[in-house]
């Protein structure tokens, strides 16, 4: 089946449409800058605009969001608008845009499709990914189910949210060596790991691209895979979220 899968984040919007059989692009995958304010409005204005037109798409949209997502009403956004909470985002998508949408969290997206055609392929225990972008997203699979909507990026470290500490844009807005983003990192996964006692974390988002150049800064119990579908893992999971939804 093909579907358009949608990741928004706090800083870009990426969409492309996905085979869900096989968990591959199968159009151009377009993104753009997350609008600032970034209200549902707006927002949802520049999707139909830049992608859903642009790739002349009527049928099917998932949708990964960065915040609690219930029954596709969004209980939470820490990095993007506050007007989001409360908003239905499928009966929005499809009133502007024709298009029937299921939406869940984008660290959700990303764990599925790589415990589906990634890394997490045919693992059992307990795999952890964390999406390392903006924020910190967390999902949490036991035996392959998803448990929703972890917020792991929101526990508490040094007074405020892990994600403060330890996620891709602190690294760059400090202009940490990685060494120094690493040692930070190290301090998340070990504070994790001390919860949930992962048996894999996959290493996901932008950055999981470079994986092998930053890998042996990285210290964990369990053992870590970068995520094989990198930055593209939420929207193929957005998409396989969708056909799921379908069945
Ligand atoms: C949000 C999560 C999201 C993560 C990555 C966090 O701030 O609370 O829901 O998964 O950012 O976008």
Known sequence: MKILGIDIGGSGIKGGIVNTKTGKLVSQKIRFETPS????????????????????WNKYVGCGFPGIVNKNKILSAAN??????????????????????????????????EMKYGSGKNKKGTVLMITVGTGLGTSIFIDGKLIPNIE???????????????????????????????????????????????????????????????????????KILPAKLENDAGIIGAALYTSLSLE
């Open 37 to 56: 304010p970034s209200s549902p409005k707006r927002v949802i204005k520049k999707i139909k605009k830049n992608i859903i037109k642009e790739l002349d």
């Open 80 to 113: 993007v608008s506050n007007k989001w909470v409360g908003v239905n985002v499928s009966k929005r998508i499809s009133r502007k845009t024709g298009c029937e949408s299921f939406v869940l969290n984008d660290a959700d997206a990303a764990g599925l499709a």
């Open 152 to 222: 792991f990026g929101h526990l508490k470290m040094y007074g405020d949210c892990a994600e403060k500490y330890a996620s891709n844009s602190v690294r760059k807005q400090l202009d940490l060596s990685m060494n120094d983003w690493c040692s930070r990192f190290n301090e998340y996964i070990k504070y994790v790991e001390d919860l949930i006692s992962p048996d894999l974390i996959i290493f996901g988002g932008g950055i999981s691209k470079y994986f092998n150049e930053y890998d042996s800064l990285l210290k964990s119990r369990s």
